[in-house]
């Protein structure tokens, strides 16, 4: 079978985030965040399944980086905790909090693997929250100095920095869902969440920049390509305001162009914050790169009675354990759609992956299923670069199994399996898989 191969210097990585696989969100002096008051909050999460211990990976973080090295991992994108450095939110620093991912990026540079910083994963500290957290405007400068205090303490190491990962999921399934934390059912408080994180997002770019640092910063952003049911106008339109709503337009829109995208305001203005404008070109700042993670796409109709008029529509697709559908050419359809309105200086993948039911036998796991996902979706993402996408890498979800936020343990989208009782890892047939696309550049054409 053909091989494809992918440009030289394309970053090969594994991506993992800091409440889902660290444990010990208390330990050294840190303070609580959301998701460790929302995780023992009764009936949030599948089994009332917490982050304490997840994968005990601060205990265990030399040997997750061997793992990786053993792989040939080139690329770790790992989340930091703001509430292990700034227990409070702000004020208060915690050095020992700080001390734990400095040793990290330490032991990643001594492996030869390249880190890359997400600076919020969605583990907000706790104090924050009581001061309206992501509805507060002062969080723009909260997030802001924390970033900056990141800098100026991993910036001569670390070259590539995430603001924030999937803004979208925090407003919408934490602030109007309810499903996450800190777990509000309010629409317009969605609006104004995803307001402030631009904001905040645009700060920390421009404390960045002050800092004079080698190196690049850009935010990730979720993506379910939308796909209208047939080509009636109605359909088309109602396709297009959930792209909006959805994926990257609600943000890269604001940043690249310094508005919200119109199909969405024609239904959504009325939810937006008072006075929005005047932000607007304070938002308006450059970034390197443009991180997308994409697992899965949705097959849209036009329902007048639906939120915005939208609705999903069941097209028969295999799915994964999240109930997902598998849809690769999305992922060449959203990189194709950034690349060509917004023409960012690069792309990166920055998660993609598939939750299947894994099973240990006689000590391993055959995860034929999540070869073959990310097999095609690797080719979709190898088309586009063909196709004149500044695509310059591609991290895997996950490197290994973890908590899964409101799922609790009960989904697994690791490379590497782990057995919660032992915290014994396995690497699974896709993580073998992967060794070898890395080690060749390359991967199976389909």
């Not at 500044?390 to 996950?398: H, R, T």
């Amino acid at each position: 079978m053909k091989n494809i191969k992918f440009p030289e210097g394309f970053k090969l990585g594994v991506a993992t985030a800091s409440y889902q696989i660290e444990g010990l969100p208390l330990a050294d002096g840190a303070g609580p965040s959301i998701w460790h008051r929302f995780s023992h909050t009764p009936g949030t999460t599948y089994n009332s399944d917490t982050g304490d211990i997840a994968c005990d990976h601060y205990h265990r973080y030399k040997e997750d980086v061997a793992l990786m090295k053993e792989l040939g991992v080139k690329a770790y994108r790992f989340s930091i905790a703001w509430p292990r450095v700034f227990p409070y939110g702000k004020g208060k620093i915690n050095l020992k909090g700080m001390d734990f991912y400095d040793r990290l990026v330490d032991e990643l540079m001594d492996a030869g693997i390249e880190p890359f910083i997400t600076l919020y994963h969605w583990d907000l500290p706790a104090t924050l929250q009581d001061e309206g957290g992501w509805l507060n405007r002062d969080i723009a400068n909260w997030f802001a100095d924390y970033a900056d205090f990141v800098f100026q303490k991993l910036g001569d190491r670390v070259k590539h920095w995430i603001t924030l990962n999937e803004p979208w999921v925090t407003a919408f399934v934490g602030h109007l869902f309810g499903e996450h934390a800190p777990g509000m059912r309010d629409i317009y408080a969605a609006f104004e969440v995803v307001h402030n994180e631009l904001r905040a997002h645009s700060k920390a770019v421009k404390a960045f920049r002050e800092e004079n640092l080698e190196g690049e910063i850009g935010i990730t952003l979720s993506n379910h390509s939308q796909s209208p049911a047939s080509q009636e106008e109605a359909d088309i339109t109602a396709a297009q305001v959930a792209h909006e709503y959805v994926n990257y337009p609600l943000f890269l829109n604001p940043i690249f162009k310094g508005d919200y995208p119109q199909h969405l305001l024609s239904v959504a203005k009325e939810y937006m914050p008072k006075a929005y404008e005047q932000d607007m070109d304070e938002i308006k700042e450059d970034i390197d790169f443009v991180g997308i993670n994409y697992y899965s796409g949705n097959l849209v109709k036009a329902e007048p009675n639906a939120p915005f008029g939208i609705k999903n529509v069941d097209r028969g697709l295999e799915k994964t354990e999240m109930g997902w559908e598998i849809y690769p050419q999305g992922l060449y359809e959203i990189l194709t759609g950034v690349q060509k309105n917004y023409a960012p200086m690069k792309i990166f993948i920055t998660e993609n992956g598939a939750a299947f039911k894994d099973v240990v036998e006689d000590g391993e796991v055959h995860d034929d299923k999540r070869i073959e996902y990310l097999k095609a979706h690797f080719n979709q993402a190898y088309k586009a670069i063909q196709d004149g996408v500044n695509l310059k890498g591609y991290f895997v979800w996950s490197l290994m199994d973890n908590f899964e936020w409101a799922k609790g343990y009960s989904k697994r989208f690791g490379i590497v399996y782990v057995d919660y009782e032992t915290q014994e890892r396995i690497l699974k047939d896709s993580a073998k898989w992967y060794a070898n696309v890395i080690k060749n550049n390359a991967v199976e054409a389909e």
